[in-house]
Structures are given as C-alpha cells and as structure tokens.
Nanobody, 115 residues
Framework: QVRVVESGGGLVQAGGSLRLSCVASGSIIGISAMGWYRQSPGKQRDMVAVLTRSGSTTYADSVKGRFTISRDNTYTTAYLQMNILKPEDTAVYYC?????????WGQGTQVTVSS
C-alpha cells in the first residue's frame, strides 16, 4: 500500500507561482511513475504532468512552458512548479503514484488563481 499526500496549494493572483509537493510513503519500492492531475467542478480529471522513474516527462499542452514536474533522488517526492498561473488553472490538483500497475491517489490540494 502506498500513501500519497499533496501540499502547497493556495490562492494566488494571475501571473504568480506556486509549488506543489507530493510525498509517497509506505510500500514505495517499485514506484514507476508519479504524476499530477487536476479537476475543476463539473469537469473530468485531466493529466497535467507525469514523470516516470526513467526520467521521461509528459505535459498537457495547456501547461507546457509554464509548469515543471520534478522529483527527489529517492523518487518518493514529486514537485510541480507552476509559473505564470492563469485563472483557468484553478482546480483541485491530485498526485497519482503508480506501483506495479496500481494507481494510488492523494486527497488533492486546491489551487485558486484570481484574475
């Protein structure tokens, strides 16, 4: 079992920055990917950025050039640096950790960008 906890959300003005953190604990051996997803009210949960253990990254087109996903050396903590935030980035941001084909989700952290 993997426990996933996000932090770092908050309220920021458009053009500002936030850094989200995701910490995985428990059975962490074998984690193959960590990623960030977001969900706005009434909308589906969408991928924002994913980082595999090998170091490859995938970004949603809407955040390319503004957001950066990274991790620590133990691959138990993932970060999402969000710059030039826009009101449309407002959502609950979730971290997903994948281990042996099983996905583990955190409880989410709210990001609100005011115009």
């Amino acid at each position: 079992q993997v426990r996933v906890v996000e932090s770092g959300g908050g309220l920021v003005q458009a053009g500002g920055s936030l850094r989200l953190s995701c910490v995985a604990s428990g059975s962490i051996i074998g984690i193959s990917a960590m990623g960030w997803y977001r969900q706005s009210p009434g909308k589906q949960r969408d991928m924002v950025a994913v980082l595999t253990r090998s170091g490859s990254t995938t970004y949603a087109d809407s955040v390319k050039g503004r957001f950066t996903i990274s991790r620590d050396n133990t691959y138990t903590t993932a970060y999402l640096q969000m710059n030039i935030l826009k009101p449309e980035d407002t959502a609950v941001y979730y971290c997903k950790t994948t281990r042996f084909g099983i996905d583990y989700w955190g409880q989410g952290t709210q990001v609100t960008v005011s115009s």
